[in-house]
Nanobody
Framework: QVQLVESGGGLVQAGDSLRLSCAASGRTFSSKAMGWFRQAPGKERTFVAAISWSGSATYYGDSVRGRFTISKDSANNTVFLQMTRLEPGDTAVYYC?????????????????WGQGTQVTVSS
């Protein structure tokens, strides 16, 4: 089992920045990547960003590329999502997840453990 605990969500204004954190614990030795997804009300959960377990490779969804940065503190098994120039369209519950696979990190099905989510609300 892997436990994931997200933090850092909140209410901000358009143009502001926010940093999310996700701490992983438990049986992480078989993990290959960590990712962030988000889900707005009434919409599907969509890919935001992913990082390899070593931190050497990163991937981003088209809507956040250039505004969001994913990083990882390998010593503490913690992944961060630095979000800048936030827009009202970024409002969603943000979930972190762990993948045991070395590919397809933009797909929900590539992840087998999920956190409970943290709310991000961006006002205009």
């Amino acid at each position: 089992q892997v436990q994931l605990v997200e933090s850092g969500g909140g209410l901000v204004q358009a143009g502001d920045s926010l940093r999310l954190s996700c701490a992983a614990s438990g049986r992480t030795f078989s993990s290959k990547a960590m990712g962030w997804f988000r889900q707005a009300p009434g919409k599907e959960r969509t890919f935001v960003a992913a990082i390899s377990w070593s931190g050497s490779a990163t991937y981003y969804g088209d809507s956040v590329r250039g505004r969001f940065t994913i990083s990882k503190d390998s010593a503490n098994n913690t992944v961060f999502l630095q979000m800048t120039r936030l827009e009202p369209g970024d409002t969603a519950v943000y979930y972190c997840a762990v993948s045991p696979y070395g590919y397809n990190w933009s797909l929900r099905t590539a992840y087998n453990y999920w956190g409970q989510g943290t709310q991000v609300t961006v006002s205009s």
